[in-house]
């Protein structure tokens, strides 16, 4: 299943509009971070590894606005950390949701019992809660137990307050087809949330476990049973079919990172989310002023297992929006 209309049209119109500016780079999508500090330690995850006096910072309101307008990205994923430990998390979401930017706030769903009144169900909003596996599998990955049965629980709170929900699930060296086919089944079909957003994770320089992380070959063997047997057509994913593809190995992309910044406390980071090589103090910066060229799997040996959504999810859409096929393809859900 595609994205919303209404979504699909206003990111439609924003893609042409760039094209007609006849500009090359521009952004799809921000990566927010207004902290960094989490209520979870997870083994594969990179970004609790920063110092005490780091982990304090809050990203003022006015300053996340300040940065999604500057770049002008039609969506915005908040992230982190843990962003419902912001404590001015709720009035964030408000002023970019009046602003009408597509929000999707990445969360554990652990204190959105105690932070769903500072919420208001609306087109523009939509919870992204971490699942990666069923119960004992996704609290092996969070390290800590009864993570699963609280997400869960929140999720169905969620949607019985009328919220849109997704989910984001990250899948390791651990998992099998089998493993992958029962938790996208169970958020499909038993959880009925909106739709599902999947990667393999990425290697973390700084992160705890350094064998959980898939290679390319890995990765393509591993969607490409998992989505056998029309379980791809089934699933509502939030993926366009060409990204599908790239994971399965049908089809392969360069990386356009730049269409997916992320904006820290720090700055606009280069090259990406995953990768910190320096900071930016403005998005023109930081697409000016990096050498895009040296990037990408051939190019920079931490890119070689990559095929994180936010560096290849980009290249897929403005593949589909070249083809009239791929398009239509989209439309479908195909």
């Not at 990666?132 to 990955?141: K, M, W």
């Not at 499909?188 to 390319?216: H, R």
Request: proline share 6%; charged share 25%.
């Amino acid at each position: 299943m595609p994205m919303p209309v209404r979504q699909s049209l206003r990111v439609g119109a924003y893609i042409l509009a760039q094209r007609l500016r006849r500009r090359e780079r521009f952004p799809l999508l921000v990566e927010l971070e207004p902290l960094f500090a989490c209520n979870l330690k997870c083994a594969g995850c990179g970004k609790i590894q920063h110092p005490a006096g780091v982990l304090k910072q809050r990203m003022p309101v006015e300053q996340a606005v300040a940065a999604v307008e500057e770049c002008g990205a039609p969506m915005v994923s908040i992230a982190g950390g843990e962003p419902l430990m912001h404590p001015q998390i709720g009035e964030m979401v408000e002023e970019l949701v009046a602003r009408r930017k597509y929000v999707f706030l990445c969360t554990n769903a652990l204190l959105i019992p105690r932070k769903i009144e500072r919420f208001t169900p609306s087109p523009y909003f939509a919870w992204a809660v971490h699942i990666d596996g069923l119960r004992e599998r996704h609290d092996a990955s969070v390290c800590k137990e009864g993570v699963f049965d609280e997400a869960v629980a929140a999720v169905r709170e969620c949607r019985r307050r009328g919220f849109r929900v997704t989910t984001n699930t990250t899948f390791f060296a651990g998992d099998s087809p089998r493993t992958v086919i029962e938790v996208l089944d169970f958020l499909n079909d038993e959880l009925c949330v909106d739709q599902m957003m999947i990667s393999p994770g990425y290697a973390y320089e700084k992160a705890p476990d350094q064998d959980c992380f898939l290679g390319v070959r890995q990765t393509r063997e591993l969607f490409r049973a998992a989505f056998a047997g029309g379980n791809r057509k089934r699933w509502r994913f939030n993926h366009s079919p060409l990204f599908l593809d790239f994971l399965e190995g049908k089809a392969d992309f360069p990386c356009t990172a730049w269409a997916i910044p992320s904006y820290s406390v720090f700055g606009w980071q280069r090259p990406c989310y995953l990768m910190a090589d320096g900071y930016a103090q403005s998005y023109r910066e930081l697409v000016e002023e990096t050498d895009w060229s040296s990037y990408g799997r051939g190019r920079d040996p931490r890119c070689a297992n990559c095929m994180a959504h936010c560096g290849y999810e980009p290249t897929a859409v403005f593949a589909t929006l070249g083809s009239l096929r791929e398009s239509l393809r989209a439309l479908r859900g195909a």
